[in-house]
């Protein structure tokens, strides 16, 4: 029998919590080490015993594992991709979940002696850490996958794309979706990073209104409050701001915006229709409402 | 002992039905007039008992009525409110669901035939027409009410305040508001049109975008549907284009975005930190989260 997979998911937050909680549920021969910065962290993810074995990034021994999965912020992120790859044993899988892809998968192919497979699961939710972390928030979920770069041995090519395969599908996920790193940062820029976008600027319209903010609160139905929630999650904009396509779209939403405003004045007539023909749209494509997460998050 | 209220709801839509369901429920009887251009919604009120007759605008008579609730879209809302005062008994209430209040409270101001009381209740779905109105729609929700305006007989306005809120309160509202019109347009700018412009330029930038947008939707995860939901709700568009403070918030948005989009590229670490606050704000904000619809529209 094979020894037992080894896995370190580095950063114990929402995406990396949830990770270990679901691969822990899944895969329970799997031997998971979590990394995080963040003491209590480490001390609930074991009391939990969503892992096996605790470490801080300085300490931890990557040698040993079969897998290293980067769970952080995208900035620190990408700074610490180099040197965790130099620290891994030669061949091994190295891969993560930031929400883009172009430089980290630019960065895993400037190193040759771990494969590099760069991941973005379709996943999350406003809150964030440990504490947010549940077992189920990848179920049903799509991952992005690139391909493989870095080490260039075919053979162990082959076994890490099976390897994160696996990963993502014991952790839930229902598609995985090969894609090349400019095309999945242009698509996340329209379907994620553009929304977070627009919904930071909606919220802290709201935050910095004067006298209208306390009524404009009162009477803040269920239209504000799903146009904003993406807006409380930070971690999007971290992705966002490593997204080359995002500036350039971000000023075209902003004269779109401008456009939809003139029009409302000079030909209101053609702005609605224009507006109904889009609500018409945006009915049809009948995305999915995703299950709620279970009520305890992972049983002790 | 007193007549039953004879109410007439013009616009039985999502609204105006969900009004007549949850009126029915909570007081049978009060005798209840559906009034709506489609044969077909009229049938199905009738059929199951939303309403006690049914009648199209030209037809109905509205002199038998104590009270007329206008549940139209905004632009004949405001067209018709003159004409539906003309044909009222003196004294009468008339009011609205309109979300746009200057305008349509000026309209009704400028009669003085029926005390017109100018009211919002703050709820809606993405789903429109008679078949998405449901009888718990408003429960729980808060309602905007304008002060009277129209007839000025003291005693009449103090019955039509005191009928206005039972109306709201039995159909489920919880908070009643009092509001001036231009106060409740500013805030409502802010709290829904603005959301609304945004979610629907999110979401026309998907329906455009070209060799992506497949991709994309593959990839939408819940940020681009919750961000973009309102933008489905094609009637916020016909309040927001009667609100006179909507054109510059979207261009103030727009300028929001450019900046954002100038930050993003040259100044990273503080754009992230002003999104980071941003999403503090925002997750600070805890929105309640609506109960959902019941399961069955209405016991027949």
Known sequence: MAAPE???????????????????????QTWIIGVDVDARTLEQAADERAIDAAA?????????????????PAQPLLEMLPSVAARMQPG???????GAKELVCSAGAAQDRVIFIGGHPMAGTEFRGYVAANPA?????????????????????????????????????ETLLDVEPDAHDRAVMVASHLPYLAAAAVAETLIESGSEAMLARELAAGGFRDTTRLAGDGTVGGAAALNRFVPG??????????????????TPDEALRRLSSVADERRRMRLPTPAPPPAKPFPR
Chains 1, 2 share one sequence.
């Open 6 to 28: 080894r896995i370190a998911i580095v950063g114990l937050g929402l995406i990396g919590g949830s990770l270990a909680l679901a691969l822990r549920r899944a895969r329970p």
């Open 56 to 72: 801080t990034p300085d300490l931890v021994r990557l040698d040993g594992c079969d897998t290293v999965v980067l769970c952080t």
């Open 92 to 98: 091994a899988l190295l891969t993560d979940v930031c």
């Open 137 to 173: 928030l990848f179920s049903g979920c799509t991952v992005a996958l690139c391909p493989p770069v870095g080490a260039a041995d075919a053979g162990a090519r082959r076994d890490a794309i099976r390897r994160v395969r696996e990963l993502w599908t014991s952790a839930g996920a």
């Open 249 to 266: 779209a971000a000023r075209a939403l902003a004269e779109r915006l401008r456009a939809l405003a003139d029009a409302l004045e000079r």
